[in-house]
């Protein structure tokens, strides 16, 4: 039978955690973690995702650095923005909303933040480590990384399983899929250019929902059973397991 595994609780277990870590990091050591948080231009997608990422840093005690710059910023000006936060000793991570405006080159601001604050692990080495074996990254993307906890706090075991991921977005579907691998799954990815996409997924222990389009995975697809209440997955990154 499977099910979909809601995230809400866990999210929330996973918050406090944060808080208290970062409350004992203040005590002992007089430290606030501090995270910039850069967006460029006005996208409501955008500018939804990282008024998110602000309010959960209010939330557990982290210090929001908060930069917004206009759409029209030349690629020299925000490398410099990427430049200064890298030398700022009181931001520890860097986040860089994408996407960003087509006169800019993603790889190329994502590749100048300082890897040891490159907390989205988008930085090439980051990603790099990750497709290969017995390397580690020093961050992987936030995203996969939040779909693996899911799966582990729910007590779903990867190890051996037939895992299949719809989607191969560089965010989410191509890291998610390299992390199953690293914990020992065996792993398909399911594309707009996959051929019966349907049997593929029925064959699955372990389900990721990583597309941009909601309800392309069905309760008919995956299995005879109902995902709780819904026909269908309905968000960018919901792990369903059989």
Known sequence: MAQIIDGKA????????????????SSAHSVVPGLAVVIVG???????????KRKACA??????VDVDLPEDISELALVAEVHRLNADPAVHGILVQLPLPKHINEEKILSEISIEKDVDGFHPLNIG????????PLFVPCTPKGCMELLSRSGVTVKGKRAVVVGRSNIVGLPV????????????????????PESIVREADIVIAAAGQAMMVRSSTATNSQFSQHDAVP???????H
């Open 10 to 25: 866990i999210a929330a277990d996973i918050r406090r955690e944060v808080a208290a870590d970062v409350a004992t990091l």
């Open 42 to 52: 006005s996208r409501k997608d955008s500018q939804t995702y990282v008024n998110m």
């Open 59 to 64: 939330e557990v005690g982290i210090r929001s």
């Open 129 to 136: 480590k990750l497709a290969m074996k017995g390397r580690e």
């Open 177 to 196: 899929s390299l992390l199953l691998l690293k914990a020992d799954a065996t792993v398909s990815i399911v594309h707009s250019r996959t051929p019966d």
């Open 235 to 241: 968000w960018n990154s919901s792990p369903i397991v």
